[in-house]
Structure formats: structure tokens, C-alpha cells
């Protein structure tokens, strides 16, 4: 979706049960992206806290609510799908990911030069940042986020990979262990293998 109002930037941001990080992460978005024009976009994955609650408006920020817990493969995708900006940017609401490391991914996401690597050494790493034409690179499936650099690179785009800064949880609780993600995230990669592998692809020379 393109409109003369777009935003250079939409930040998605899937949240399920932050209410004690919003205010810092909101603050810490907000010093990240000022001067540069954008947007963020949270989407709620059925909290059942007061993470909504918590959200403090403004014009460039919009709420996406699930009715119920959906996972963050369908927030991410939906928020991607929602955004209107140029570059679309993946950050976790957990704090764990740090805003400022946004204008260095969308500055690294401009440079053609460096999309000199095909590969991703932290696939598990959630801050991402991609042009809006990516986005259509991406299946709908549960499991999707762990393999958000393997469909836009099997989608024919190159990849760059800059170093960031991970933090440790300062509060609530991780939705992640091992247990809920090792045999799914198994099964998906052959899977998403399987898809890559059935993907057409084509060029046009003429019309």
C-alpha cells in the first residue's frame, strides 16, 4: 500500500503481555527514531494485561489488537503488511532489542554495496529491517519469523548482516524455551526447504 503521506520508516513492534516495558521502550523508540519520519505500529498478540493500556498515543502511532493469542509470526506479518513505509523494521517489545540500533539497520538497508552476503549468522535475532517490496516475499504460516531471511533471500534479495546490541530481559517472562521451539522450528526448516525449492522463478524480457 503506497500513499503520498507515507512514512520513510514503519516499526513493527509484536507485544504480548509488556505492560512493564512500554513506557521505556517507548522512550527509547522515541529517541531512536527522532529526525528521521516514521511510524510505529504495535501489534497486540491477545495480552491479557494492560500492554493496550499502556501505549501513549500519538499521530504516527497505530495498535493492531488480536483477538486472541495468535504467536509472532501472525504479528509480525500482519503489522508488515499494515505498514505504509518505505522501510519496514522488526523489533521485539521485550527490550531485549535496542532502538538505537534502528537508523544503522536503515542505513544499512540503503547501501546496495554491502548486500554482499547471502547468509545470516543469528536468524534468531529479531531486529530486522527490510524495504516494503520484501514483505511479499513472506509466507503465512506459523513458525514464519524464524525464517524471515531465508524467504526474502530465497525471494532473490541480498542480505547484510551489522553487528547489535542484545540485552538481557528486565522484565516479565520470556515467551521462548527450548522445549516450545526446537522440534517446530525442526520440522518448519524442511518445510520452508520444501517451499524454496517450489518457488518459481522467472524473469520477463518482454511484454
Known amino acids: 500500500m503506497e500513499t503520498t503521506n507515507a512514512p520513510a520508516v514503519s516499526v513493527i513492534v509484536p ?10 521502550l517507548q522512550s527509547e523508540l522515541k529517541l531512536a ?15 491479557i494485561d494492560r500492554t493496550v493500556e ?38 521485539d517489545g521485550d527490550l531485549q532489542n535496542d ?16 548486500f554482499t552476503k547471502d547468509y ?9 529491517a527490510m524495504r516494503h517490496e520484501c514483505v511479499s516475499a513472506l509466507v503465512p504460516f506459523k513458525g514464519m519469523h524464524r525464517f524471515v531471511p531465508a524467504l526474502i533471500r530465497g525471494a532473490g534479495y541480498r542480505l547484510v548482516e551489522i553487528p547489535v546490541n542484545h540485552r538481557p530481559r528486565r522484565f516479565g517472562q520470556s515467551k521462548y524455551g527450548l522445549g516450545n521451539r526446537a522440534f517446530r522450528a525442526t ?3 524442511f518445510g520452508v526447504r520444501w517451499l524454496l525449492s517450489r518457488r518459481l522463478n522467472y524473469k520477463v524480457l518482454d511484454r
Open 99 to 114: 532502538p538505537a540500533d534502528i537508523p544503522r539497520l536503515r542505513i544499512a538497508n540503503f547501501v546496495r554495496s554491502r
Open 15 to 24: 507485544l504480548f503481555n509488556e505492560e512493564e516495558n512500554m513506557s521505556i
Open 33 to 47: 527514531l527522532g529526525g528521521i519520519d516514521h511510524e510505529i505500529i504495535f501489534v497486540d498478540d491477545g495480552s
Open 120 to 128: 545470516v549468522r543469528d536468524t534468531g535475532c529479531t531486529i530486522k
Open 54 to 91: 499502556r501505549i501513549v498515543a500519538a499521530p504516527n502511532i497505530r495498535v493492531i489488537r488480536f483477538e486472541k493469542n495468535t504467536g509472532q509470526s501472525a504479528a509480525i506479518y500482519a503489522g508488515l503488511h499494515a505498514a505504509l513505509g518505505a522501510t519496514a523494521v522488526l523489533i
Open 187 to 189: 520440522i518448519d526448516m
